[in-house]
């Protein structure tokens, strides 16, 4: 054994557990779990095979002395191409072990977005699936990772490195839905302070706990892991020690299959996932034990948040979070909205050790109730972006998120738009999610996107595309009721499908060179 590394052997005492988890890298968490009970089940993909921890661990090793091979070692950055299955974890886990970064992205991302990231975060080596014929043929070193076999066993303990923890253990991509993806460097101690704060919102005692005796139902896993909704949620899971149906592919009907053969309490979607189960579900379906949905990475409009409920019966809460806060920042409470205490249209209040001020464009702090850029300040929150020489963070730790957003009296944020979204009409300021709400009131309307379009007397112009159904101009008046006249679209288009990125977030950037081509020929009014 090397210096600086701890051979896990299985623990006697709750102490040991605990001064295990004293190490700063994150795979202190999976080593923990795997030495406690190896035989606990972890992970289920689907209503395919199970995974337990010990087999994780066991996979992590092969992985990582795979990797060995190939030269990875502390400094080296790793591509993860996996999915939604156990192997996630385990190659993470890998990386870990050599003290190297892991930089998840999607299975379906191109060869351009894999061949543009390489050159960006100069990465050195790939871990994919064996049928991943876009990692094979990178040019990178390359470790094809099979599925798990039952009979999987450890060829040796997972290793734990004692590395700082400021050093980095993730490069989230951005969703890159409005331009080049960027890698938001994340540390250990990053992950480990999201974690802490998100169990002080419900238990004084924020350390890791041993595993009872007794299971929990799962938690519902079906953000891509390789985006930050999905890769908190993981690491969340093992942090608590609770198991997780992973979800390879949204779909409806699985999830309810789901939802009903493991006794689901609660889900954490997208708005996209929320529109899928409203058109997937048949009429009288129902979501079994779940108490209730939480909504994040996309803005919720309220018309689908109140169909939703209605239809479900199962009170739907907002969250706001960002790749480069590590996730969370606010989110609703719980227990006041499921005893129908809520602010409509708000996104809840700042997570336990989140700080949040509203800024105006001067820089100074806006006044109560006037909307501002929210910016914050938390010990999870990433200080740069890989390669770039400016700091994401102000000599005092406040993080600019460029979104925009007011405060109530008590301390409830509302969600007004982005910066680098909005629209400027002669001269006045468009927040296209302003519009797209006003136009999904329309009962024609299930989902609308707005972008602008370039205009030579006005600057921009903002123009809809909508699904559902319905004619142009009746959908233009119906929104123009709702809206000042200077935000009403000029033109609106029924789709229908809107492009996406891998997950599920409306490609925007995509949308908007849709609108430059289908109006070049015939320009708004």
């Not at 502390?74 to 996996?82: A, E, K, M, T, Y």
């Not at 009403?488 to 908007?512: I, T, W």
Request: glycine content about 10%; some cysteine; charged content about 20%.
């Amino acid at each position: 054994m090397s210096e600086g590394e701890a051979v896990v052997a299985p623990p006697r005492t709750a102490d040991e557990l605990r001064a295990l988890v004293g190490s700063r890298s994150l795979l202190s968490l999976l080593a923990w779990r795997a030495a406690e009970k190896p035989e606990r089940v972890f992970s289920r993909v689907g209503e395919d095979r199970a995974a337990t921890f010990g087999q994780i661990a066991a996979l992590a090793v092969t992985v990582s002395d795979a990797l060995a091979t190939r030269g990875v070692g502390p400094g080296s950055r790793v591509l993860v191409r996996i999915g939604n299955d156990e192997r996630f974890l385990a190659c993470l886990a890998a990386i870990w072990e050599l003290g190297a970064t892991a930089v998840p992205m999607h299975p379906a991302a191109s060869a351009n977005d894999l061949s543009g990231a390489a050159v960006a975060l100069t990465l050195d080596a790939v871990c994919c699936d064996v049928g991943d014929s876009v990692a094979r043929t990178s040019g990178l070193a390359t470790v094809l990772v099979a599925r798990i076999e039952p009979d999987l066993a450890p060829a040796r303990p997972l290793r734990v490195p004692d590395v700082g923890g400021n050093e980095t253990a993730l490069i989230l991509l951005t969703s890159g839905s409005t331009g080049a993806p960027k890698g938001v460097l994340l540390s250990h101690d990053n992950a480990w302070s999201n974690m802490r704060a998100t169990v002080s919102a419900f238990r004084a005692d924020v350390s890791p706990r041993p595993l009872s005796d007794s299971e929990r139902p799962p938690n519902l896993l079906a953000n891509p892991v390789s985006h930050t909704a999905g890769i908190v949620r993981l690491l969340f899971a093992l942090y608590v020690g609770r198991a997780v149906v992973l979800v390879p592919k949204f779909d409806a009907a699985l999830v309810k299959r789901l939802l009903d053969t493991y006794g689901i309490d609660n889900l954490t979607i997208n708005p996209a996932m929320l529109r899928m189960l409203l058109d997937g579900l048949p009429a009288g379906a129902d979501l079994g034990r779940v108490k209730y949905v939480s909504s994040g990475t996309a803005p919720l409009t309220d018309a689908l948040r109140e169909e939703f409920e209605a239809r479900f019966g199962v009170p739907v809460l907002q969250a706001y979070g960002q790749t480069e806060a590590f996730g969370g920042i606010a989110i609703e409470n719980v227990r006041d909205v499921l005893a129908g205490r809520r602010r409509p249209g708000s996104v809840g209040r700042p997570l336990p050790g989140v700080e949040l001020r509203l800024l105006a464009p001067d820089g100074t702090d806006v006044t109560p109730g006037e909307s501002g850029e929210i910016v914050v300040r938390s010990k999870s929150s990433s200080s740069a972006y890989a390669g770039s020489a400016t700091a994401l963070l102000s000599a005092d730790g406040w993080l600019r998120t460029g979104d925009l957003g007011r405060l109530d009296d008590e301390g409830y944020l509302y969600i007004t738009g982005r910066l680098k979204n909005i629209i400027i009409c002669g001269g006045f300021n468009i927040a296209p999610e302003e519009v797209e709400a006003a136009l999904e009131l329309d009962d024609a309307v299930t989902e609308a996107v707005v972008v602008s379009v370039a205009d030579d007397r006005l600057g921009e112009l903002p123009v809809a595309f909508v699904t559902g159904s319905g004619e142009e101009d009746r959908i233009l008046a119906a929104a123009g009721a709702r809206l000042a006249p200077y935000k009403r679209p000029r033109r609106v288009a029924v789709v229908n499908a809107f492009p996406r990125v891998p997950n599920g977030k409306v490609d925007r950037g995509e949308v908007a060179r849709m609108a430059a081509a289908l109006f070049a020929e015939e320009p708004p009014r």
